[in-house]
């Protein structure tokens, strides 16, 4: 174990070509040791651009736009996924069918996914050769994803899902599934069985000292899970013009930081909820996300052996 180390987390990216290329970027800037790369690192949605007599058209959220190929098209496929979209040259004919097909759409989405993950894994191999690189899926992503950062798991690159890595000295334990939610996501469990996933994993930290819990879910009742309260239709709740907030974290998170007392826990899921704080001995953080305005919210974290030496969130 160093005696100083620098870790850079980041987390719910959710496609965004541009805050990934970022997040390889900062461990020179930052001098970071270590990089992390938190849960739900897959986009949310596909564009369609459909294929016209005269070019290209596609719908910008209020009105139907028209362009030309070549250039003008390469940099509207690249606005899209830096906004963690997915650009899909289509026909009204093809759409028209794929939206009757639900299945056949969902094959297609996570296809892109996984490519889009692969590229990624490539400009990793070519720029960040030296830094340990730990990455993860999320309760929105779907097992396509973790399949394939497996596939490509080796060398200074880590996938620690539901397992326990040593990285310089610290156990590194992830975690992607999550309380449920109102959408009931791929990785969404009832807490009685997410309970069982993580007993599991802290029954394999040998060390609560110098283990990092890089679980999604933030545990319950803190700074850093508090979210829109929603009503039946997934609309927030508003009184007087005031919207409600809820706690949304796990609580068998919060039991088994609460009992364990490891060195350090990296959450993300609720995107509004940065912050840190402690339970008991443990620090615990969320960067939160702004993933879909291009800027990257961070966290460097500084340790010295087991004792946190400082934090910073980093924003850009």
Known sequence: MKKDITIY????????????????????????????????????????????????????????????????????????????????????????????????????????MVERLNQWMDLMNEREKERPIIANIGNDDPQELLKAMKAREGGNFYVPEERV????????????????????????LPEEELAIKVNAIMDGISDFGSAILNFHAPPYGTSLDIAPKLDGNLKPVTVSGNMLTEHVGSKSIRDAIEKHQPLAGLHGHVHESKGAERLGSTWIFNPGSVYYSGTLQGLLLKLSGKKMKSFFFTSG
């Open 165 to 188: 890595v040593d990285i310089e000295g610290y156990e590194f334990a992830g975690l992607s599934y999550v309380n449920m939610t109102p959408w009931h996501c791929p990785g969404d």
């Open 9 to 112: 987390y980041v987390t719910d990216i959710h496609g965004s070509n541009v805050c990934f290329r970022k997040f390889l970027n900062a461990g020179k800037v930052y001098k970071a040791d270590i990089l992390v790369l938190g849960e739900d690192i897959g986009g949310k949605s596909m564009v369609p651009i459909f294929e016209t007599n005269g070019g290209y058209s596609y719908f910008n959220g209020d009105r139907t736009i028209g362009i030309s190929g070549g250039d003008e098209l390469e940099k509207l496929k690249l606005e899209i996924s830096d906004r963690g979209s997915y650009p899909y040259i289509t026909t009204d004919e093809e759409w028209s069918a794929l939206k009757s097909r639900p299945e056949r759409m969902e094959l297609i989405f996570n296809g892109l």
